[in-house]
């Protein structure tokens, strides 16, 4: 069995108006973990309080091996964090920014740092507050796997940015997984890009956990039956797991599409996509 | 720590002409009008605000909770803060006097005495406001830690004039302005050290 790079554990955190309720899951060694749900779900929030930007209320977190109280400048140095927007001083070039985090992280890669810039086409002597928004990400994803990071952080780090720049920075993502030491937690409600790079999705919904599973799972085995009022009432409803009607059908999400195939041989079943999952879990109904 | 310090100085290098134009805008009219000392408390002032301007620009760019992941101490980058205010009232007085002294040459009025009482002047209006102001700029957002900048100033105001009052019980305080500006720099810098020593921990337990 693998280790786990991340283990979050019955984590809570209450606001006056929101609450993140016993969320736990884990990221294994060398996986990709896609945290999702929709704006204001707690998935910043989970983060926050991974990273100990905010104090939590109840549970444990373990980093890389070390429970929270035990996270030392070792672990902080490999982990990797990542912010929707920029990150650095405005002011700053890459160039300084090196000379700034060459004396704080003790694993600093100068030459990896440098390289990573050309790899990306980042110029160094140029403003941050100069770059587009997709450079200042490129220039965090850089800053995040120049230090021998064992583990990425990233919160929504792909959004608002074009395809192009989406593509690219998955394709880092999954270079930095091919060494199977390192890790992943990606918060995204742009879905499909998690769909093209992560092991496990994490579904975060009003601040709790909806699921943890496997992508492959959610991508092969669950499927959404469009059917008419009378199939509907035939399906069996511990077979359901969320439904909604639309205009002229209903839509019924079933965790083995294979098997309620054969169940429903007249019934359409598609296999679902994250996204519509996600949408049907938020929107629709619970058997 | 030394990170830290290399970001602040980039960052405030970064304004330094903007400091000059003001520097050369309030000092030069103020010089002539009062006394060339008086370039002392206006450069102190001037470049220990800086720092102020640090802490919200690190909350606009995000640096703030970058910072927090970074394998530094959360205390410590409070505390950074609170040397570069120091290093830049330091630089500030040093400039002051310096510029002062070659003001006073050039205009051939050198008191020794009023020196000495800007220079104390210029401990009190950084070190005292910036004892308030450092973790104001950290609790608030830009526009209420603006008017606790604001406030660090008046509290100070109040202080002196409060102090001027209670010395005045013991002694006539325009013969004896020089001690009683040296006894509230020493107040000043005893409240600073206090608040570096005791706001870093509590600051840097709050939620980011």
Same mark, same amino acid.
């Given at each position: 069995?693998?280790?786990?790079?991340?283990?979050?554990?019955?984590?809570?955190?209450?606001? *006056?108006?929101?609450?993140?309720?016993?969320?736990?899951?884990?990221?294994?060694?060398?996986?990709?973990?896609?945290?999702?749900?929709?704006?204001?779900?707690?998935?910043?929030?989970?983060?926050?309080?991974? %990273?100990?930007?905010?104090?939590?209320?109840?549970?444990?977190?373990?980093?890389?091996?070390?429970?929270?109280?035990?996270? &030392?400048?070792?672990? *902080?140095?490999?982990?990797?964090?990542?912010?929707?927007?920029?990150?650095?001083?405005?002011? %700053?070039?890459?160039?300084?920014?090196?000379?700034?985090?060459?004396?704080?992280?003790?694993?600093? =890669?100068?030459?990896?740092?440098?390289?990573? %810039?050309?790899?990306?086409?980042?110029?160094? =002597?140029?403003?941050?507050?100069?770059?587009?928004?997709?450079?200042?990400?490129?220039?965090?994803?850089?800053?995040?796997?120049?230090?021998?990071?064992?583990?990425?952080?990233? &919160?929504?780090?792909?959004?608002?940015?074009?395809?192009?720049?989406?593509?690219?920075?998955?394709?880092?993502?999954? =270079?930095?997984?091919?060494?199977?030491?390192?890790?992943?937690?990606?918060?995204?409600?742009?879905?499909? &890009?998690?769909?093209?790079?992560?092991?496990?999705?994490?579904?975060?919904?009003?601040?709790?956990?909806?699921?943890?599973?496997?992508?492959?799972?959610?991508?092969?085995?669950?499927?959404?039956?469009?059917?008419?009022?009378?199939?509907?009432?035939?399906?069996?409803?511990?077979?359901?797991?969320?439904?909604?009607?639309? =205009?002229?059908?209903?839509?019924?999400?079933?965790?083995? *599409?294979?098997?309620?195939?054969?169940?429903?041989?007249?019934?359409?079943?598609?296999?679902?996509?994250?996204?519509?999952?996600?949408?049907?879990?938020?929107?629709?109904?619970?058997? | 720590?030394?990170?830290?310090?290399?970001?602040?100085?980039?960052?405030?290098?970064?304004?330094?002409?903007?400091?000059?134009?003001?520097?050369?805008?309030?000092?030069?009219?103020?010089?002539?009008?009062? @006394?060339?000392? /008086?370039?002392?408390?206006?450069?102190?002032?001037?470049?220990?605000?800086?720092?102020?301007?640090?802490?919200?620009?690190?909350?606009?760019?995000?640096?703030?909770?970058?910072?927090?992941?970074?394998? /530094?101490?959360?205390?410590?980058?409070?505390?950074?803060?609170? +040397?570069?205010?120091?290093?830049?009232?330091?630089?500030?007085?040093?400039?002051?006097?310096?510029?002062?002294?070659?003001?006073?040459?050039?205009?051939?009025?050198?008191?020794?005495?009023? +020196?000495?009482?800007?220079?104390?002047?210029?401990?009190?209006?950084?070190?005292?406001?910036?004892?308030?102001?450092?973790?104001?700029?950290?609790?608030?957002?830009?526009?209420? @830690?603006?008017?606790?900048?604001?406030?660090?100033?008046?509290?100070?105001?109040?202080?002196?004039?409060?102090?001027?009052?209670?010395?005045?019980?013991?002694?006539?305080?325009?013969?004896?302005? +020089?001690?009683?500006?040296?006894?509230?720099?020493?107040? @000043?810098? /005893?409240?600073?050290?206090?608040?570096?020593?005791?706001?870093?921990?509590?600051?840097?337990?709050?939620?980011?």
């Amino acid at each position: 069995m693998k280790e786990n790079a991340l283990v979050v554990k019955g984590l809570k955190k209450k606001y *006056r108006d929101f609450t993140l309720d016993d969320v736990s899951f884990n990221i294994p060694c060398g996986m990709i973990v896609g945290l999702i749900g929709e704006n204001g779900a707690g998935k910043s929030t989970t983060i926050n309080a991974i %990273l100990g930007l905010i104090k939590k209320d109840a549970g444990t977190i373990s980093i890389l091996g070390k429970k929270d109280n035990e996270i &030392d400048n070792g672990i *902080r140095n490999q982990i990797g964090v990542v912010f929707d927007g920029s990150n650095f001083p405005s002011v %700053l070039s890459a160039r300084k920014l090196n000379n700034v985090l060459k004396n704080i992280y003790s694993t600093w =890669d100068e030459n990896r740092y440098f390289s990573l %810039l050309q790899k990306m086409s980042l110029p160094t =002597d140029k403003k941050i507050k100069e770059f587009s928004k997709g450079m200042k990400m490129k220039l965090s994803i850089a800053v995040a796997l120049s230090h021998h990071s064992k583990l990425l952080i990233l &919160d929504e780090a792909t959004s608002g940015l074009d395809p192009v720049v989406r593509d690219d920075i998955l394709d880092m993502f999954l =270079d930095f997984v091919q060494d199977e030491n390192n890790s992943i937690l990606v918060s995204s409600h742009i879905t499909s &890009d998690l769909e093209k790079v992560a092991d496990y999705i994490v579904f975060i919904h009003k601040g709790k956990v909806v699921f943890s599973k496997p992508k492959d799972e959610l991508k092969y085995q669950y499927g959404i039956i469009k059917c008419g009022a009378a199939q509907f009432d035939a399906i069996d409803k511990e077979e359901i797991i969320a439904y909604r009607k639309q =205009d002229y059908e209903w839509e019924v999400l079933v965790a083995d *599409r294979t098997a309620a195939q054969k169940k429903y041989p007249k019934a359409v079943i598609d296999p679902a996509t994250i996204d519509e999952i996600m949408l049907l879990y938020v929107k629709g109904e619970m058997k | 720590m030394k990170g830290l310090l290399v970001k602040e100085f980039y960052v405030i290098r970064d304004s330094l002409l903007t400091l000059l134009v003001i520097f050369i805008a309030i000092g030069v009219g103020l010089a002539f009008l009062i @006394s060339p000392c /008086v370039l002392i408390t206006i450069a102190a002032i001037t470049l220990s605000m800086q720092a102020i301007t640090t802490i919200q620009n690190d909350k606009s760019t995000q640096w703030n909770r970058f910072s927090a992941t970074l394998p /530094v101490s959360r205390v410590q980058v409070v505390e950074s803060k609170y +040397l570069i205010y120091l290093l830049l009232s330091i630089t500030g007085i040093a400039l002051g006097v310096i510029i002062c002294f070659i003001a006073s040459l050039l205009k051939q009025s050198f008191d020794i005495n009023e +020196l000495l009482i800007y220079f104390c002047l210029a401990i009190i209006i950084s070190l005292l406001p910036g004892s308030i102001s450092i973790p104001c700029a950290f609790v608030f957002d830009q526009e209420k @830690s603006i008017m606790g900048t604001v406030l660090s100033y008046i509290v100070t105001s109040g202080l002196f004039a409060g102090l001027i009052f209670l010395l005045k019980q013991f002694m006539n305080p325009m013969e004896n302005i +020089l001690a009683i500006c040296g006894i509230t720099a020493a107040f @000043s810098v /005893v409240v600073f050290t206090l608040s570096w020593l005791l706001c870093p921990k509590r600051l840097s337990k709050r939620d980011i």
